[in-house]
């Protein structure tokens, strides 16, 4: 689908019309690639979509509305989705095949849908031990451990209480000492460009294998439509470019283009950039032609994405196991904070 030239900006929507939520973003996109795939126009698709949908149709109207205004289809749904969907969509849509993004994008939302609410699952339990925890520990608190040291000896309970004062100085002090750490350090990826942040997120161990397969993922497949389409890695350096400035496909657009410029060729630029897999550099030996080169950039973006999965599923699987260590490293510390003054008192009687 070629890009329309003449460039209005989009209707946003109302305040009153809601945006498309995260379950109607998937089902959308999901309807929207069957349709296009069986033959339907764009617009034949989003009235059909409209109808079937009647929850959806004041937002799909929007979109409606933006494409019979001159807007191309990336740009009227840009205030409905996120961006790097967005960014997804104008690639594909100018110089790519829309069908093939349109799924894409559908299928990475489905599974992300999928991964937050087995997320929530799996946190279910955990949390409710936790709570039931923290009432018990706040019962305890309030209710048992005053009264035992009312029948302690003063010097017990003076002692007592200056080691509970220090312990809660410790606690504070390390949590008050943590937000800061974490402040501080959202505060300093909020200054950084978008490459730079991914950089940086490139060096953190547990981040570094789900950040390569993410940007691989994203990064060949879109690499893949364009060289179908007969692009050069100098126009899509421009193409990516022309992208919105606080994406990082803007900022490698202008530092590929940059590079290529000076006589470096990409895989150079791969092997120099953390956040980037440097196998996707093997790809582009000299010889191979562009179509050639999409259909191996295309089934190694399919890697990447089933190993991104793969990657999630294992880090859900790690974290009833986590919360379970915390509940019973607190349930111990509760009786230990029961117990200990208890343990005191009887000596001090002995």
């Not at 929007?62 to 001159?70: F, H």
């Not at 790097?84 to 849908?113: F, K, M, W």
């Not at 691989?216 to 692009?231: D, R, T, V």
Request: hydrophobic share 50%.
């Amino acid at each position: 689908m070629k890009l329309i030239n003449k460039k209005k900006y989009p209707l946003r929507p109302s305040k009153h019309i809601a945006k498309f939520s995260k379950v109607q973003q998937v089902e959308f996109f999901e309807l929207l690639a069957d349709l296009l795939s069986v033959g339907f126009k764009l617009g034949t698709a989003l009235r059909f979509i409209q109808q079937v949908k009647p929850q959806q149709a004041k937002v799909i109207q929007v979109i409606i509305t933006n494409i019979e205004r001159g807007q191309n289809f990336a740009t009227a749904t840009h205030t409905l989705v996120n961006q790097n969907v967005s960014c997804q969509l104008q690639i594909a849509e100018t110089h790519g095949d829309l069908i093939p993004a349109i799924t894409a994008i559908a299928t990475t939302l489905q599974q992300r849908l999928k991964n937050v609410k087995q997320l929530k699952r799996l946190l279910q339990y955990p949390l409710l031990l936790l709570g039931m925890l923290v009432v018990i520990s706040i019962t305890l608190k309030q209710l048992f451990l005053p009264q035992l040291t009312s029948w302690n000896t003063s010097v017990v309970a003076n002692t007592d209480t200056k080691m509970i004062m220090v312990n809660k100085l410790i606690i504070w002090g390390g949590l008050i000492l943590c937000l800061l750490i974490m402040l501080g350090a959202l505060l300093v990826l909020k200054k950084k460009t978008s490459l730079q942040k991914l950089t940086i997120l490139a060096h953190i161990p547990g981040i570094k294998k789900f950040l390569w397969h993410q940007i691989g993922y994203e990064l060949s497949f879109s690499l893949s439509l364009l060289l179908k389409s007969g692009q050069s890695l100098q126009q899509i350096s421009m193409l990516y470019a022309q992208m919105p400035k606080n994406t990082w496909y803007f900022e490698l657009g202008m530092q590929l283009r940059v590079f290529l410029e000076q006589g470096y060729d990409f895989p150079t630029y791969i092997t120099k950039k953390a956040f980037l897999p440097n196998e996707l550099s093997l790809f582009f030996v000299r010889g191979k032609t562009k179509a050639a080169l999409a259909d191996d950039l295309q089934a190694y973006s399919e890697i990447c994405l089933k190993r991104l999965l793969q990657g999630y599923e294992r880090s859900l699987a790690m974290i009833q196991p986590i919360f379970f260590v915390i509940i019973a490293s607190s349930i111990v510390g509760v009786y230990a904070a029961m117990l200990l003054p208890m343990y005191k008192m009887m000596e001090n009687l002995g």
